[in-house]
Every structure is written in structure tokens, then in C-alpha cells.
């Protein structure tokens, strides 16, 4: 689940609570498996908050290996692979959030 706010912070939440642990992964940090660890909230759930500039963000959560998109993200895209990337786009507008660097 993805939620975004006026001040340009996107919410993210993995709603798994038996994984461990779990990624937030996705083309704004070059599909690092390791470098955004999300948290385990008290619900149980997972949650990482990210500031991201504008534009469109492919996405996907990884845990122990496994690769899964976000079963209510706002849009998905395809990928290389034959399958789909959960999908978020940040709008130009929301305050507190640089512009995305050209790729």
C-alpha cells in the first residue's frame, strides 16, 4: 500500500507480517536489495517512509529472495523479465521534494 502526502513523503506499508526481513526496493535506489530495510510496525506490517522528488517510481518489496509487488499500488508497468513492477508517481507539485534527476 502507498500513501503519499502534501509534503512530498511517500508512505509505504507491506501488509506480510510472517516475512523477514523486508526491502523496500525499486529504481530510485537502483534495485539495491539491502539498502532501504523497511520496519515492522505494531500492527505487524511493515512501513518506510521515503521523500521522493517528482515523477513515476517502479517498485517492488523483497524479502529472503523473493520479489513481490504491492497487491494496491496506484499502477504497475512491465518489466525485462516477462512480469510487472508496482508502480507510484509523485507529483511535481508536492511540497518539501527536489526534482527527479534525469536517467
Not at 81 to 87: F, P
Amino acid at each position: 500500500m502507498v500513501r503519499k502526502d502534501s509534503s512530498g513523503r511517500v508512505h509505504f506499508r507491506f501488509d506480510r507480517p510472517t516475512a523477514e526481513p523486508v526491502y523496500l526496493v525499486g529504481d530510485f535506489n537502483t534495485w539495491d536489495e539491502r539498502s532501504h530495510p523497511m520496519r515492522r510496525d505494531r500492527t505487524g506490517g511493515w512501513s518506510l517512509v521515503l521523500t521522493l522528488g517528482a515523477g513515476r517510481y517502479a517498485y517492488k518489496y523483497y524479502c529472503r529472495g523473493d520479489w513481490f509487488n504491492d497487491p494496491e499500488a496506484e499502477t504497475y508497468e512491465p518489466n525485462a523479465w516477462g512480469s510487472s513492477h508496482s508502480a507510484v508517481v509523485v507529483d511535481p507539485l508536492a511540497g518539501g521534494a527536489a526534482r527527479r534527476p534525469a536517467q
